[in-house]
């Protein structure tokens, strides 16, 4: 039985979607759990930059019950999908707890079904299984698409207005420490779910705006070391980017966005040997064109959220700084909607990185 | 004078080489190599005036490049013994594996034993370098292929009646090639062609065959001028007539 | 008149421009020309005319005109003109037919099949005026972890490389103007294998030196020498057949560059006979190493063939720091017509299947990859890029700077521009600086337009563009070879 939408295109749909954005993030510096209402209401303050065709958010510290379980958010276009990925997932791991996302009913006609299901294990190589699970499900089962695959985080998107999005998962009901959020404005309508913003691969979610003249080199790339590419966004494209960089090149996160946004070879000169081999080793991976990105991040458990534009600066990107919250936003407007007395708002210079580092919550 | 010894058992050729030219560079003049099974390159792209022994048995390409030093093997050697050589002595004192010598520049290589298949390939000559090559035993076919200037002997030392070689001095274009015992004609490539032996060739032939017994401490006796074939080239463009070289010619 | 003498241009000449004074029979280095006292008029040799236009260029009064001889064998669209003389030459001679130049056969172009993107609304292009592009090019393995302190390759100004031209089918002189130009554009020529000449060693940071079968003029000091090595196996223009200088090219200064004697025919085997096989190629790709400790990469350049994929992805696991693919429309100073016209495959097909088997097994960073073989222009370029190059090699484009009409008789040593000659005479007609200035003109000029067309898609760095298909549209060809270009249909 099929519930009428759409999850993810089949390999002969699959086709390459311009979009631009509105992108949001809000962390707590301190850890403390933030309320999923100010994400969405950083949206509502930038609604020109989206028309409707999709929104969503990626939450990080958000399932207290289960701080260390890994999660996976699934979205299933009918009761089939579920059964193979169910039979699937019990092969490979132990599930610890699993439940349909809660959602509000008359919000959408047509809507897929998502579960979540948390992993009882951990440990050494836990990451490698979880990631070559995601990649054999994206890839392998028709009516399944996961959406998010990290440690306590969680992802909720679809096709739809951010608020409206936001209303269907009651995202007011959540808690997380750390918040991105997204608007699309695609420039046509596919109707896919699981294509909407933010896109997360194990740890990382990535949301942005612009679109990458590159894209084409690093997603053959990166489809060269294993990542499956279903949806041929760019943002799709950057979560694997980051993922690869970090988790199996080992860089440091100013070192991957190095990689993605260099410095001009003038400037580089032959003075740093560092910043030459990064550039020449990673070639594919230089993104160029116009973006700008918010990024959620586990690394080692620690939370961190980056901000990043391309070196050009072709895409906005202002953030801000309040006691206890920092806010990336394409528009200052998303920002003073929830903090209209913010202490410190500024614009980055272009291709420099703004990372915060969330502390370790204490509950 | 003091020998520097190396001992190469369980070095790569990487490492072999480093210690080679530190040792080079370092001023030693007399290097001895032990426990050597494989490791190519020796004193590839090596300059200057450097004995080196080499005790067992090296990797290809010995010498490949190499510009000056003295080699000497007590064994046998791979294939490529003195690729490309410019100058220097390479005295192997068992046998050698295919092209030796190819493109050999200038310099000399003596081979005590038995030589493999295409020895002195594309041998070159210019000016006063002209590469020698002299063995002592039995050679491979395709002797002398395409050979452009130089010197290649085969003694047979252990050998009566006539070469077994084929194909000898195929697109032979400079250079000489002696050959002790008799050659079938049928046994020469294209573009080759037997000669008689000039005085300067006499000369020059009981020259390395001295020298050739002396750093081999074997006996020339039995060895005499009379008893070489000479092969060169039947001319300096053996391939001219191949093509057509203008579409259109003066009537 | 033999049949095969029925000219096929004919030299018409304005006798009331005409002022008699000779320059064009000086200048006519295939005879075609001369000066009739009885008559009082130049006369030509219609048949000895190659369309040079020499002595059009030189006329000071413009009086000369070159045209196809209108005489018109009865038309034949199977056996064309072209090929009655073809048989009518072999028949006369019993020999092959050598040619120059890559092939002048009508086969299709890729390149004239593929179009580039241009960014409208969804993304913005980049205005090269304004705004930084970059060009630079690293050439060789980018495997090597950042942390490591092994060399790198090299950095080059732009994608662009000069392609082997051996002194022996060049002249000193156009080798120079190479050099020069290299130098001034920071990029690289190479030298092919007829040796490095002394007063090209001071270029050395902008040369490669060819190491190739007939090891001519190749030694420590000249691996040293340059930038990088290149071994040579084969050749766009004649892959699987071996090189051949006539020995009435092998002048005094050649012989002593090739270390042959002089008259003798400069023999370059079609194999290397220390390579019989693919891991001899690694035995020789670390032999070079050995020999420059390391400091250089080592390239190797191969005709493109059917089995192209394949052998490049041996060529990466050699050891070797780049694959120089020719494709079958390359050029060459000699090559037996057949071969040339008949072997092979097109550069960017090769480019194509190479760059993704170099991806699929996980080696397209150890190597670069370089593609030459029929680049005319700047769009060919960034196509050639686009399908995954690093960097392009041009060769007959930068002699054709240089004032190369394409007559296509360099075999004949007789280039009356002074290009493909060792004639003394000859050779003093080509002024290095002017030849210089020209090629780096040339260069500069598709950097230029490069920079446009990276700013139309929105890249501000070659980068970008590199094995970025997304950015190539195909028009009028089939799927199947849309399939392995990787490039989706115009209007997908």
Known sequence: MSWGARVKPRPEERSRVPDACAIAAVASLSGNLVPGSGIVEMLKAMGPRYNGLGGGFAAYDVYPDFPDNFVLHVMFEDEGSRREFERRLGEKFRVAFSEEVPTRSGVFEEHPITWRYFLGEGGEGFEERVFRFVMAVDEGIDGAYVVSSGRNMAVFKGVGRPDKVAEFYKVESYKAAMWLGHGRYPTNSPGWWGGAHPFNILGLSVVHNGEISSYGISKRYLASKGYKFIFLTDSEMLSYAFDYLLRVEKLSVDEACKVLSPRFWKEIGNGNEFLKRLRIRYQELHVNGPFSIAVGMRINGDLYMLSLTDRLKLRPLVVGMSDDLFMASSEECGIRAIEPNVKKIWRPRAGEPVLVKVKRSEN | MTVFEIDCRGLNFKAVNREIKKAAERGEKHLRLLNVNGQRYICGGLKGEVKVEIHGFPGNDLGIFMDGPMVEVYGNAGDGVGNTMNSGHIIVHGDVGDVVGYSMRGGRIYVRGNAGYRLGIHLKEYGEKKPIIVVGGEVGDFLGEYMAGGVVVVLRLESDGAIESRFIAAGIHGGRIFVRGRIDENRLGFGAAVSDLSEEDYGLLEELVRDFCRVMKCSSRGVSSEEFVKIIPVSKRPFEKLYHQTSIKVP | ?492
């Open chain 3, 1 to 492: 008149m033999k049949i095969e003498k029925i000219p096929e241009f004919k030299v018409l000449i304005d006798e009331s421009k005409c002022i008699r004074c000779k320059i064009c029979v000086n200048e006519c280095s295939f005879g075609a020309l001369r000066y009739d006292k009885k008559k009082n008029k130049i006369v030509s040799k219609d048949w000895l005319c190659v369309a040079c236009l020499r002595c059009v260029a030189k006329c000071p009064t413009g009086a000369i005109t070159i045209t196809r001889n209108p005489i018109s064998l009865s038309p034949h669209d199977y056996w064309t003109e072209r090929v009655r003389r073809d048989i009518w030459i072999r028949a006369e001679t019993g020999s092959p037919r050598l040619v120059s130049m890559g092939t002048n056969l009508n086969y299709p172009s890729i390149f004239d099949h593929l179009l580039l993107d241009a960014c409208q609304v969804t993304n913005p292009p980049i205005d090269p005026l304004r705004e930084p592009i970059e060009l630079e090019t690293y050439l060789g393995d980018r495997s090597i972890s950042v942390h490591s302190e092994d060399p790198l390759g090299l950095m080059i100004e732009v994608p662009i490389i000069f392609g082997a031209m051996s002194y022996g089918s060049i002249s000193l002189e156009a080798q120079k103007a190479l050099a020069k130009a290299a130098k001034e554009l920071g990029t690289l020529m190479n030298v092919g294998e007829g040796g490095l000449h002394p007063d090209l060693y001071p270029y050395g940071d902008n040369i490669i030196v060819q190491v190739a079968s007939g090891r001519f003029g190749v030694h420590r000091d000249y691996l040293n020498a340059a930038a990088a090595v290149e071994i040579k196996i084969g050749q766009g223009a004649k892959p699987g057949i071996g090189g051949h200088l006539p020995g009435e090219k092998v002048t005094a200064e050649i012989s002593a560059m090739r270390m042959i004697p002089e008259g003798t025919d400069a023999l370059s085997p079609a194999p290397h006979h220390d390579i019989y096989s693919i891991e001899d190629l690694s035995q020789l790709v670390y032999a070079i190493k050995e020999a420059t400790d390391y400091s250089k990469p080592v390239f190797v350049k191969i005709a493109a063939v059917h089995n192209v994929a394949y052998i490049a992805s041996g060529i990466a696991r050699s050891g070797a720091d780049g694959i120089v693919i020719d494709g079958f429309r390359g050029g060459t100073g000699a090559a037996p017509q057949v071969i040339r016209d008949n072997l092979g495959i097109p550069i960017e097909i090769a480019i194509a299947v190479v760059d993704d088997k170099l991806r699929e097994e996980g080696l397209r960073e150890r190597v670069a990859l370089i593609a030459s073989g029929g680049i005319r222009n700047s769009g060919d370029v960034a196509k050639a890029i686009a399908l995954g190059a690093d960097a392009v090699a041009i060769s007959t484009a930068a002699l054709v700077a240089m004032g190369c009409t394409l007559c296509q008789h360099c075999y004949t040593g007789k280039c009356p521009w002074g290009i493909a000659t060792q004639d003394p005479k000859l050779r003093a007609r080509l002024n290095v600086d002017e030849a210089a200035r020209r090629v780096v003109n040339l260069v500069k000029a598709w950097s230029t337009e490069l920079k446009e067309i990276l700013g139309a898609l929105g890249l501000s760095s070659i980068e970008g563009l590199r094995g970025n298909r997304e950015k190539l549209r195909g028009i009028g060809l089939d799927e199947l070879t849309l399939k392995m270009l990787g490039v989706k249909p115009a209007g997908r």
